[in-house]
């Protein structure tokens, strides 16, 4: 098929009410096109989504100018998780067996959600068997500056897990929103790391099991967003001064805070 661009890309969608996207069809000419090629130019597409959750019209009539297409998304006929399908647009005038004409990729992201009520934690549980991947998306929520994940083994032998954490992000460098590693895993052994967050952005974390060693085995996440905060990262009291004070402030929830100094 022809065309290129990005498709429909809808990452965190704001609620479970449907998504329109005005998607642009635009012919493309060579540059030596005469006038009269492009006053002739005029397509019937039958546009056909593959799945239920995307609404697309019946036909599209495209002249040289090209036009839009509206594509409807309805985020709350999904799951939390990561779904893609595809738009397949047909030539009428031309045999179906030839194939679609353009493929407008359509993928949505709806992410999990927290409350203050849950101390804005969250837990799931699954099976991994090797070669498998096993992706977790979280919106961050207002106030919190980091996620607390803790990955728990439950049967299974010694595991090696490759995993990364993160976001997408206009504002921040990858290295201040992600964070990549590998881990060995056995019953009843646990992983804990600290991946700073941005808010309004929607949290991934992705698990790989190693295909040719590991066996199949549940695991645990856990994931506990924080707000709480210190003004600075290092405090330094000088000799012969008695007193010197660590101002936090949390924007997320009311939290414990330990202070240890040396």
Same mark, same amino acid.
């Given at each position: 098929?022809?065309?290129?661009?990005?498709?429909?890309?809808?990452?965190?969608?704001?609620?479970?009410?449907?998504?329109?996207?005005?998607?642009?069809?635009?012919? @493309? *000419?060579?540059?030596?096109?005469?006038?009269?090629?492009? !006053?002739?130019?005029?397509?019937? $597409? +039958?546009?056909? /989504?593959? %799945?239920?959750?995307?609404?697309?019209?019946?036909?599209?009539?495209?002249?040289?100018?090209?036009?839009?297409?509206?594509?409807?998304?309805?985020?709350?006929?999904?799951?939390?998780?990561?779904?893609?399908?595809?738009?397949?647009?047909?030539?009428?005038?031309?045999?179906?067996?030839?194939?679609?004409?353009?493929?407008?990729?359509?993928?949505?992201?709806?992410?999990?959600?927290?409350?203050?009520?849950?101390?804005? @934690? *969250?837990?799931?549980?699954?099976?991994?068997?090797?070669? !498998?991947?096993?992706?977790?998306? $979280? +919106?961050?929520? /207002?106030? %919190?500056?980091?996620?607390?994940?803790?990955?728990?083994?439950?049967?299974?032998?010694?595991?090696?897990?490759?995993?990364?954490?993160?976001?997408?992000?206009?504002?921040?460098?990858?290295?201040?929103?992600?964070?990549?590693?590998?881990?060995?895993?056995?019953?009843?052994?646990?992983?804990?790391?600290?991946?700073?967050?941005?808010?309004?952005?929607?949290?991934?974390?992705?698990?790989?099991?190693?295909?040719?060693?590991?066996?199949?085995?549940?695991?645990?996440?856990?994931?506990?967003?924080?707000?709480?905060?210190?003004?600075?990262?290092?405090?330094?009291?000088?000799?012969?001064?008695?007193?010197?004070?660590?101002?936090?402030?949390?924007?997320?929830?009311?939290?414990?805070?330990?202070?240890?100094?040396?």
């Amino acid at each position: 098929p022809f065309g290129d661009g990005a498709g429909v890309y809808l990452r965190g969608v704001a609620s479970q009410r449907a998504q329109e996207v005005q998607v642009s069809l635009t012919p @493309r *000419f060579d540059e030596d096109a005469p006038n009269a090629v492009k !006053a002739d130019f005029l397509r019937t $597409l +039958q546009p056909v /989504a593959e %799945a239920k959750w995307v609404d697309v019209p019946d036909f599209l009539y495209v002249t040289a100018a090209g036009r839009p297409m509206p594509v409807r998304v309805e985020p709350g006929m999904l799951e939390p998780g990561l779904h893609s399908t595809r738009v397949l647009l047909y030539d009428v005038d031309q045999p179906r067996e030839l194939g679609p004409e353009i493929v407008l990729p359509v993928t949505v992201v709806v992410p999990e959600h927290t409350s203050a009520a849950d101390d804005h @934690r *969250f837990s799931k549980q699954f099976r991994l068997r090797p070669g !498998a991947l096993e992706r977790t998306f $979280l +919106q961050v929520p /207002a106030g %919190a500056h980091a996620a607390k994940l803790r990955i728990v083994q439950e049967g299974g032998g010694r595991n090696e897990i490759r995993a990364g954490a993160g976001s997408v992000s206009g504002t921040r460098y990858a290295g201040d929103r992600q964070a990549r590693g590998r881990y060995f895993l056995e019953d009843g052994e646990s992983h804990e790391t600290t991946v700073p967050v941005e808010v309004g952005t929607i949290l991934e974390y992705t698990m790989a099991s190693r295909w040719a060693t590991n066996t199949t085995a549940k695991y645990r996440l856990e994931v506990q967003f924080v707000g709480a905060l210190p003004h600075a990262a290092e405090v330094v009291i000088p000799a012969g001064q008695d007193l010197g004070y660590v101002a936090w402030q949390s924007l997320l929830a009311d939290q414990d805070v330990q202070i240890a100094a040396t």
